[in-house]
């Protein structure tokens, strides 16, 4: 039944020809959809008998009504149970960068002896490594399984489209190849960003590494640093903003929609409520920190 209500509520969308649910816009492109494919189709129940008349049914109290049905909540746990592990990797790595990184910043500032500073540098410097390792081992591997899944997704489509399956079929399989995409796409996100950074402060964080590179060359022999030891820690910085540049783009991506958004809007293409809503979307992913 579940299955069958899922199909009866997804439509290809005309646009950008991607599965979404039925309503005013597609939740893909943020174009509108046309009248027949933006009504809900209604849900098969069988006739129940008719109540007797005057017999008012007792009213649910507000708060008893906000709480979601039991199934509800047992179909949303897995979801963060799903992102626990990459989660929980890239915390530990979050933690182990950020005192990395205020450790090089008590020693341009010659609050800590450079002994010291040596010795909790390797210390931290040996766990991202091993850490880091794994991260890059599990990007490869989800990313393998994604491209696979959208090269079957796009075979599915032309198999479609030259009606060597139904419509009906196309969905059902399409359901299942989107279900494990949705699934896979938020470990990645997650594991691209080993520092825990909102998409916002990607920009000024990079720029924050480049000056700590420039200060450590700089600086480095005046605060006890040898030439190998300076030479280690800005490939390290280096090496860090290296692999920001993934979210760069991303973040970089988000500007450049936000501003072709608003001149389709100030030529009148897009109306207003199309406009703040399809903002508001990608507004809200330069918060994330996935």
């Known amino acids: ?28 492109c943020g174009k509108e959809l046309p009248a027949e494919l933006s009504i809900e189709m209604p849900t098969p129940q069988a006739t129940p008998p ?32 799903d992102v626990a592990e990459e989660r929980k990797l890239v915390e530990q790595l979050s933690k182990l960068h950020t005192w990395s990184l205020k ?8 609050e800590v002896p450079i002994n010291v500073f040596k010795e909790l540098y390797e210390e931290y410097r040996s766990r991202i490594t091993t850490l880091d390792q794994k991260r890059v ?6 990313s393998e ?15 479609h489209e030259v009606n060597e399956i139904s419509d009906r079929d196309y969905i059902r399989q399409k ?12 470990k990645l996100s997650i594991l691209q960003n080993p520092l825990e950074i909102r998409l916002a402060d990607i920009p000024s964080f990079t720029e924050s590494l480049a000056n700590k590179i420039q200060n450590v060359r700089s600086e480095g022999k005046q605060v006890g640093l040898d030439d190998e030891a300076t030479s280690l820690i800005i490939n390290d910085l280096q090496s860090l903003l290296d692999a920001c540049q993934g979210l760069v783009k991303q973040h ?25 809503a399809q903002r508001q979307r990608l507004e809200r992913q330069l918060e994330l920190t996935f």
Do not use: F, W
């Open 50 to 81: 008719q109540p007797p008349e005057e017999q008012p049914s007792p009213t649910m109290p507000a708060a008893q009504q906000a709480v979601p049905p039991p199934a509800l909540q047992a179909a949303e746990a897995p979801v963060a149970e």
């Open 137 to 142: 081992d599990s990007i490869n591997r989800i």
């Open 252 to 276: 970089e991506k988000i500007q450049h929609e936000i501003k072709k958004l608003e001149t389709r809007y100030k030529i009148g293409e897009l109306k207003q409520d199309e406009y703040l």
């Open 175 to 186: 359901i299942e190849l989107d279900k494990e995409l949705t699934r896979l796409r938020p």
């Open 145 to 159: 399984r994604i491209r696979d899944l959208t090269q079957k997704s796009e075979s599915l489509k032309i198999r």
């Open 103 to 110: 450790l090089i910043d008590l020693l341009l500032t010659k």
């Open 1 to 28: 039944m579940n299955m069958a209500l899922a199909l009866l509520n997804r439509v290809v969308c005309p646009h950008c020809k991607r599965l979404t649910l039925r309503g005013k816009y597609c939740m893909n």
